[in-house]
């Protein structure tokens, strides 16, 4: 009798050091819910949750995905992989489609910011293929417009021009009026580098 409350008492706590506060669940799930709109709010909740508080990996790797994301849309990028790694390590084998477009998008992203773009292109030719996969039209502009910019970088103008152009229709579909603004600008950037001034002021 006392073996089998041994056991049991055991595998209470096992479970609890193996299983998140619900609370933190929410915490996380609210902060995902207003990402788009007010990620400014999003990310302070979810700096609000110490890494260490979450003791699934699934939430350890939900955290670290959407920060990364809060973060690079509050215009903090990262040039370290030590936000996104749990997630990066999870997704691999688990995840949504979503979930695992984003984070070879945003890695891709941590990438870029440190110059290493040849390494990021795999990671956001992944990303493409999920995104289609799901129809998320605004990740697509974004994933093109990091595409763009490494061709770009390469100088392979031609690659660079059409993948922006790619771009700027997925920010069309999607209704996103700045972002594909902002990929005119780089279009024309593009065609002025070139010389090809014309073409620069009709964009």
Same mark, same amino acid.
Request: aromatic share 8%.
């Given at each position: ?14 479970? !609890?050091?193996?299983? !998140? ?15 788009? $709109? ?20 699934? @939430? ?16 903090? #990028?990262?040039?370290?992989? /030590? ?8 997704? !691999? ?22 110059? /290493? ?12 293929? #999920? ?6 039209? $605004? ?14 970088? =390469? ?13 700027? $229709? ?6 996103? @009026? ?6 005119? =600008? /780089? ?17």
């Amino acid at each position: 009798m006392l073996r089998r409350v041994a056991i049991l008492l055991f595998s209470i706590f096992i479970l !609890t050091r193996c299983t !998140t506060d619900s609370s933190i669940v929410q915490r996380i799930d609210s902060a995902v819910a207003i990402l788009g $709109e007010q990620p400014d709010s999003a990310l302070s909740l979810l700096r609000s949750i110490s890494a260490d508080s979450i003791r699934d990996s699934e @939430s350890r790797a939900r955290h670290a995905l959407y920060l990364s994301q809060a973060l690079d849309k509050n215009h903090i #990028f990262l040039k370290s992989d /030590s936000v996104i790694r749990p997630a990066l390590d999870y997704y !691999t084998d688990h995840g949504t489609k979503r979930e695992k477009m984003l984070v070879n998008n945003y890695y891709a992203r941590i990438l870029i910011n440190t110059d /290493s773009l040849d390494r990021a292109l795999p990671y956001l030719l992944a990303a493409e293929k #999920f995104a289609v996969d799901i129809r998320d039209q $605004e990740q697509l502009g974004l994933i093109y417009n990091q595409i763009g910019y490494i061709f770009g970088m =390469h100088k392979t103008q031609q690659e660079a021009e059409e993948a922006y152009l790619q771009s700027l $229709e997925a920010f069309q579909k999607a209704g996103k @009026s700045l972002s594909s603004i902002q990929t005119l =600008h /780089s279009l024309a950037k593009l065609k002025a580098k070139t010389g090809d001034f014309s073409e620069a002021v009709r964009y």
